[in-house]
């Protein structure tokens, strides 16, 4: 599943104030994504842009456009009882390869960036049940927010940054839940206040630009932010100490990210439940 033509080919197919959770620091498998703040952030921001037909739909499919929201960390919440979706929520792609590689990053379908591809299809297939394509949404609503965050596309041998210990301050965390979390924080913590900023934020060239592409290409900027600028002070070390300020440094780059996120998940309903 490499390509532009992923989602090309998917939609030609196509029928006509937020509470933060606790964080698990060292799941057996990934720390969860952008923590529960960053999802509904994602999830706030695309509900802003949904066209009136998007928005009827999800209210259907949801119980009510709210819901959508509400709905944003359903995918963690659910992992303890359908372990086999664990996966779904990250692609390891090794920190020194040039991209993203289907047969060696994906090679059973199990991870973000196929998974993103089947829960498209399903919701845009009429034809399915409304009980499975509100399941496919609301996983869709999720696993948009997932590839963007870095540290869920990019692997050095430390489990998305998992096995990484950071001291910041008097914090001690894993590097992972640094970027689920504290990244995020330092933007503030009225959801819809930062959905709203967010939104306003994004320029029409921008949304344009962001409004393409495949989710392979999407955990490739993944990927690059985390080679760049995530890995470089960590150097290969399991223990690092960053700067007290290191989460304020880094929220422009989260910021960047969720509102890409957010346009890309709204552009995706957008065209899948028009």
Known sequence: MTGKGLLSLNFRHFPSSALLAVLLVAAPARALAWGAQGHEIVAAMALRELTPAARGQV??????????IHDANWADEVRDQRRDTGSWHY???PLAAPGYDARRDCPRGDCVVAQIGNDLRLLGDRRAGDRARAEALRFLIHFVADIHQPLHAADDGDRG?????VAMGRERASLHKVWDADVVQALGYDTGV?????????????????STGTPAGWANESLAIARDEIYPPVDGRRFV?????????????ARGQLTKAGVRLAWLLNTALK
């Open 91 to 93: 692609v390891n792609i």
């Open 241 to 253: 100490r960053l700067p007290r300020d290191y989460a304020f440094r880094e929220s422009a780059v």
């Open 194 to 210: 930062i959905a709203a900023g967010l939104e306003r934020s994004a320029t029409q060239a921008q949304r344009k630009a962001w």
């Open 59 to 68: 209210a259907h499919l949801l119980g009510s456009e709210a819901m959508m």
């Open 161 to 165: 940054g998992n096995d990484v210990h």
